[in-house]
């Protein structure tokens, strides 16, 4: 118990990863600040403090399928889970909802995504927009991306990035009313296209992943173009 107390106490940001023998590594990144675990201390924390046995096996909604405590599993017929940390915080009511955010993933056995990627999240780069209509809103944790805003159609947004410690596939959330992504440049080449992919966000924005890892200053130009308008069927 020494031990991971002190652990805990060694940095104020960290990674777990669970080994599978033969299988993809699930891991977590938390961070002891306020915007990621509001209301969350050291002292509220316990992280693989022992091995997994018989009586760290939860079960709840919707693994589970029955309504239970989340504390208890009701058979080993049906899907349940290990505990291997735990988090308890004093809730202000007052304060209301409150979020805790962490990031999580796979990774294969002896690669280092996991830290590349939480020092991504953590620590994002400096964003500035060099010209156009748009708006830089910050890096949203909860999604990991760099929010741009657009009050109307811009053909181009040219951003300086500048990435310190490197952006591990960075990721932008791009609102751009009417707007279809062209293409991407990194200084002056042109992306191909497998080194980015493209969706759509809830509200409609255009979330694009750069499918490379930025380090240091770089200007990064997205193209639009205006929607196609959608086809009559006759």
Known sequence: KKFYKEFLRSDDDFIIEVHFRDRMHPFTVFSFRDE???????DHVTAVSKEMGSADQRGHWPASRYQIDGYNTVG???????NIGNI???VDPKKQP???TFLIGVKEKGSDIDRKHAQSW?????VVVKNGP?????FD????SYALHSGEFAETCRLQFDAQNGVFHPVFSIANPGAELLGVKIGKKSLAPDEFFTGAGKDGEIVLLVNRELKGKKTITFLFQKQSP?????
């Open 141 to 144: 944790e909860s999604q990991r």
């Open 76 to 82: 080993l017929d049906v899907p349940n889970h290990g």
């Open 134 to 138: 748009f708006q830089y809103r910050g």
């Open 122 to 126: 953590l620590y994002p780069a400096r």
């Open 98 to 100: 409150r979020t805790w």
């Open 88 to 90: 308890q915080a004093e």
């Open 36 to 42: 990621l675990l509001p209301g969350v201390t050291r």
């Open 230 to 234: 959608p086809r009559s069927q006759e």
